[in-house]
């Protein structure tokens, strides 16, 4: 059995019942690309006792340096019956299988073993590494030894062995300085090899005093809350295992500052089992949303998503607003920020003659045109050029866009796009291309997301990989209840109980969902995986043919090539709408 990291990383496993192969190697030089091993010496320790020991001299393709003969006492005529690398090495691989490597200054010892096993064919066993030097950087003080060298060290801790650049002997050394630094670590609470190898990584001294806390959370699937000395919440995440997740945070594992900080601040995390892994996800949405933690960066303020709609009156607009009202009028969305939501108005703008002023218009209104009238992208109804009929024609387009048929708009979109980059303006392609992805993006949200939002009860359900069932059901977008059913049982008593035990949910104004867009988001995703099974359903579930969702099929994949292009289209041969408007020709 191959051990590697990972794996004492998930048992825990306590020091003292790590099997450690500490090892030394004396080498014709510096460098494995162009140097032999000449010793290999190991000992075996387990829990403080030594279980056995590996030493043997190894042949050199090449003779031995002098300067090497003088420092390790070890010659060619040494070494003239011993064995070549291709023999010793599966011996030594054999007493280490299993274990974890130590070493002082393991990267030099185990690039040295590496090289060997590539050039005798092989395989590395991927086996954990633990590196003396590191660990010794982080515990042995420049008042206790002059350096951190095995000699230095082994006089500190008192070894038995003097280390003389001979590899059993310096192994044999390197054993009691490893004892000396597991016995300093266990007086600061590190009792596993998890614990020993993140302790000797850059984990602050606040990471390891508030490790206990990930010690009584349960392992199982759900959501853990840290929480500051008042009880409020600091950072809301989601794990498969809570007790695994949690304690990657006290060690090496985490890189992230912010949680470095956060964790020096939390006193205590809450764990919140869930059944499935979507209700895991969406009580994440639910507790950001509704406690704000400072420690989180996404899903904050859902409240705050605004959409674009397309006003009831006599001459419509399109006007960004925060809230879906039940007036009649069409809505697209939502957009995250205000950015993308003017950049898909101005994309509706560019081939849609929508008049762009703010004021009230009445068919008696009579009020001076705007420029936009002048350049033929407006009918100015303001001044009686259109009737409310012509005007309705235009708007029409818009709705249709909106939450229909898209194809007109976007084929409109697109042959401006090629018309800018067939004249090499590609900073103004660039910038209706990104208009013009924003536009399909929120219109597709919004239209796989209105069925939804608008159906009273979808039950589905998808086959565990244990066996039985993981059945939600989704009342208005929203997630009402969540259960999983045992392996062979019949699932439907377990249905039936569901539907009348979920929440109850008022009716919402669609498009938008009874709940937060990325909940629904996250629903809509779990019925869409492969292999989920429609139960029941009270509504309808439809997106529409030709709409948004279709266009920006097309539209990502061109906009991911479009990233990096040369500068010159016109030597690539491509067909215009092939053209990347996101490449920018320099000097233009």
Not at 15 to 22: G, H, M, N
Not at 185 to 211: C, D, I, M
């Amino acid at each position: 059995m191959q051990m590697v990291q990972e794996t004492f990383d998930d048992l825990g496993v306590a020091l003292s019942d790590v099997t450690f192969v500490v090892v030394d190697l004396e080498t014709t030089g510096g460098s494995p690309a162009d140097c032999g091993i000449t010793e290999i010496g190991a000992v075996k320790v387990r829990g403080g006792e030594v279980l056995g020991e590996f030493q043997t001299l190894v042949r050199p393709s090449t003779p031995i340096p002098a300067f090497i003969t003088v420092l390790t006492g070890i010659s060619d005529a040494m070494v003239a019956n011993s064995p070549r690398i291709d023999a010793a090495l599966p011996a030594f691989l054999e007493f280490a299988r299993g274990s974890v490597l130590v070493a002082h200054n393991a990267g030099f010892d185990v690039s040295f073993l590496k090289a060997a096993a590539q050039q005798t064919g092989h395989p590395w066993p991927g086996l954990a590494v633990l590196d003396t030097v590191r660990l010794a950087r982080q515990l042995v003080h420049r008042d206790e030894a002059p350096n951190h060298k095995l000699s230095s060290l082994a006089t500190l801790f008192g070894a038995d062995t003097t280390p003389d650049h001979r590899a059993l002997h310096d192994a044999r050394a390197t054993v009691d300085v490893l004892h000396g630094l597991i016995e300093r670590v266990g007086n600061l609470g590190v009792h596993t090899l998890e614990e020993l190898q993140s302790y000797h990584s850059r984990v602050t001294p606040a990471q390891r005093r508030k490790r206990f806390l990930a010690d009584a959370m349960p392992s199982a699937p759900g959501v853990y809350v840290f929480k500051d000395h008042r009880g409020e919440p600091l950072y809301v995440g989601t794990a498969v295992d809570i007790r695994r997740r949690t304690r990657t945070y006290f060690t090496a594992s985490e890189t992230r500052r912010r949680m470095a900080e956060m964790v020096g601040i939390a006193e205590s995390i809450t764990p919140i089992v869930c059944a499935t892994r979507l209700e895991a996800q969406v009580r994440e949405l639910r507790l950001i949303a509704e406690h704000k933690p400072r420690y989180n960066r996404r899903s904050r303020h859902p409240e705050k998503a605004l959409w674009v709609k397309l006003t009831v009156e006599p001459f419509p607009r399109l006007s960004i607003v925060r809230q879906v009202r039940g007036d009649g009028a069409h809505y697209a969305g939502p957009f995250g920020s205000r950015k993308s939501a003017e950049a898909a108005v101005i994309a509706v703008h560019e081939v849609i003659p929508l008049r762009q002023c703010t004021q009230t218009l009445t068919q008696r209104s009579r009020k001076s045109a705007c420029v936009l009238f002048e350049m033929g992208r407006c009918g100015a109804p303001c001044i009686g050029e259109q009737t409310t009929e012509e005007y309705a024609e235009v708007a029409g387009q818009a709705a249709s866009a909106l939450i229909g048929d898209g194809r007109d708009l976007v084929a409109a979109l697109r042959a401006k796009l090629d018309s800018l980059a067939e004249q090499e303006r590609f900073e103004d392609a660039t910038s209706l291309r990104d208009r013009m992805l924003a536009l399909v993006r929120a219109t597709a949200r919004a239209q796989r997301l209105a069925p939804l939002s608008s159906a009273p009860e979808i039950v589905a359900a998808q086959r565990r990989e244990t066996g039985g069932w993981e059945v939600v059901c989704v009342r208005y977008g929203r997630l009402a209840g969540t259960t999983v059913t045992p392996r062979g049982a019949d699932p439907m008593p377990y249905i039936d109980a569901l539907r009348s035990t979920a929440e109850v949910v008022a009716e919402p104004t669609a498009p938008a969902p009874a709940a937060h867009p990325e909940e629904t988001e996250l629903v809509l995703k779990w019925l869409e995986t492969p292999g989920t099974r429609l139960v029941s359903m009270d509504g309808e579930w439809t997106c529409p043919v030709g709409g948004a969702g279709m266009a920006r099929a097309e539209l990502e994949p061109l906009s991911r090539r479009w990233q990096d292009f040369p500068d010159s289209w016109g030597e690539t041969g491509a067909a215009p709408l092939e053209r990347p408007p996101g490449a920018v020709r320099t000097g233009a």
